[in-house]
């Protein structure tokens, strides 16, 4: 396997679509949906692409296209700083708008992830899941077909049901998909564990989406326009070819984590897995909030919608950092060093150098002193009653925003017992 760093991974990436396959590269929109209001911040590479992919429209730069988007999702932000989750990432994407073979884009697709002048992942270790059939539609015979065709062993192809994308909205494309994993050669979790398992033994590599349907008025239609979606995480990829334990370990995201540690102020302990994670977490949110404050589409943290979001996000980063010994002095060297690693795909962040320091350092101030403020609140409903329970807590963290342990902190101080 080729153990390239992101910048590389990016470059082979394009390099492998626009000239073995065609494809047009295209810049990544902003993270601030266009024309979508359901969704706060831009969640999927084919999320902008959408009118071009049902046909609406043409895409001014041809049928086959290809990028790394920005995105974020804040859905698992409390997992964030374990495994694999993050705020913010970048997606490949490449996409056939029309007239795609099956054939030729599988084998271009294993062509990438085998091939020694591109990943090559070594190919005893694909495995690879296709559709397998529901109440409307039998299992995905062609693309099983089409894979065995390429070379890949029975024994290493697994139907399932759950392979199946879209509609997201109303009259929506939708259609079945064919996933490729990497098996880490780690043990088996027990005698079923297989491809479809989710221990951790199996990482997906790929995923190509088939959208030869729509779902109108109720039912399952053939479209019209047939089109192909496919791509993977930056980060997942990187972490896969550098054989790293964590997203964390990969290169530029190692680097902003050394950042904020090289910043802590608390005794540093290798094996102390809480600051391992409170400095992942200030890397990962630090690294969100940049990217969000350095957009084309300007966002300004505030109370509500997107701004509320981009709010939470920094003040995590603030009260995880302040647990570190990090204070507002330290954050201009890890924001600039996250600048520098991003900066070459992405001149918006330092275009916007100075507006994002500024609003850290705004936000900064406004949360101490609010915070300040809050607690003396909660100090006093603390003082005021008998004793305390965990709903409780939970309360005056959903009225007030002062993060649960220092809640906690507060009711401890105040020898009112905490009732589980
Ligand atoms: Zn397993």
Redesign the pocket.
């Known amino acids: 396997m080729n153990h390239f760093k992101v910048d590389e991974l990016k470059n082979v990436f394009f390099q492998f679509f626009v000239q073995n396959c065609g494809h047009t590269q295209i810049s990544g929109s902003s993270l601030v949906p266009k024309t979508d209001d359901s969704v706060l911040f831009t969640p999927a590479g084919m999320h902008p692409l959408l009118p071009y992919l049902v046909g609406d429209l043409k895409h001014p730069s041809g049928n086959r296209l290809v990028n790394v988007q920005n995105v974020v999702r804040t859905g698992a932000i409390n997992q964030v700083g374990e495994g694999s989750f993050l705020t913010f990432f970048e997606l490949f994407g490449a996409w056939i708008m029309e007239d795609y073979d099956k054939v030729e884009n599988l084998s271009n697709v294993f062509q990438f992830l085998t091939d020694d002048q591109f990943l090559g992942v070594p190919k005893e270790k694909i495995y690879i899941t296709y559709f397998g059939g529901n109440d409307l539609l039998p299992d995905d015979y062609d693309t099983l077909l089409t894979w065995k065709k390429i070379g890949i062993e029975s024994d290493h192809l697994c139907p399932t049901k759950k392979n199946w994308k879209g509609p997201y909205s109303k009259d929506c494309i939708c259609g079945p998909n064919t996933r490729i994993f990497y098996d880490t050669g780690r043990a ?3 005698d079923d ?1 297989n491809v479809l ?1 989710s ?1 951790g ?1 199996y990482v997906e590599l790929w995923d190509v989406v088939f959208f030869d349907y729509i779902f109108k008025n109720q039912t399952l239609e053939k479209s019209a326009h047939p089109c192909i979606d496919m791509g993977a995480g930056v980060e997942r990829i990187a972490s896969l070819i550098q054989n790293t334990p964590t997203i964390y370990d990969t290169d530029k995201l190692h680097e902003i984590v050394k950042a904020v540690e090289s910043q802590m102020t608390v005794p540093e302990d290798e094996n102390d897995l809480e600051i391992q994670k409170k400095c992942r977490i200030v890397a990962d949110h630090l690294r969100c909030s940049c990217f969000v404050l350095g957009d084309e589409v300007a966002t300004q943290p505030s109370s509500k919608g997107r701004g509320y979001v981009l709010r939470k996000i920094m003040r995590r980063a603030i009260h995880n950092a302040d647990q570190l010994g990090i204070d507002i002095s330290s954050y201009d060297g890890i924001i600039s060093k996250i600048i520098d690693l991003y900066k070459e795909s992405n001149p918006q962040l330092e275009e916007h150098k100075d507006f994002i320091l500024e609003q850290h350092h705004l936000e900064y101030d406004l949360y101490k002193t609010t915070l300040k403020k809050n607690l003396m609140k909660i100090e006093k409903i603390i003082h005021d009653s008998d004793s305390i329970s965990n709903r409780e807590i939970l309360n005056l963290f959903d009225r007030f925003g002062v993060p649960i342990d220092m809640i906690k902190g507060v009711a401890i101080k105040n020898k009112k017992l905490i009732m589980e």
């Open positions: 088996k979790c027990s564990c398992c221990c033994k």
